[in-house]
Nanobody, 115 residues
Framework: QVQLVESGGGYVQPGGSLRLSCTAS????????LGWYRQAPGKERELVAT???????NYADSVKGRFTISRDNAKNTVYLQMNSLEPEDTAVYYC?????????WGQGTQVTVSS
């Protein structure tokens, strides 16, 4: 079974940028549409962005114009470029298929936006 490992999180000031990576232990080609999700303290996990096998993208309204999702099937990696970060973006970020499949949830990567 493919495992997904997120990385790239950290601490950043408002207005800053981070690039998250999600690397799979196997091929992501057959996983079709992939997504980035996040869970803030005390809140439910929410969908942030999705990308289809051929590059069609969708974003949550809260991140449109600031975040960009991309994928490199040859590297089995999905990325999330996050610009103009806001304190409200503070959360643990996860990748998974879309719709999500329980066995693919990883440990996530923490993003903290604070001055």
């Amino acid at each position: 079974q493919v495992q997904l490992v997120e990385s790239g999180g950290g601490y950043v000031q408002p207005g800053g940028s981070l690039r998250l990576s999600c690397t799979a232990s196997g091929s992501i080609y057959n996983m079709n549409t992939l997504g980035w999700y996040r869970q803030a303290p005390g809140k439910e996990r929410e969908l942030v962005a999705t990308i289809s096998l051929y590059g069609a993208r969708n974003y949550a309204d809260s991140v449109k114009g600031r975040f960009t999702i991309s994928r490199d099937n040859a590297k089995n990696t999905v990325y999330l470029q996050m610009n103009s970060l806001e304190p409200e973006d503070t959360a643990v970020y996860y990748c998974n298929k879309f719709p999500p499949v329980t066995p693919y949830w990883g440990q996530g990567t923490q993003v903290t936006v604070s001055s």
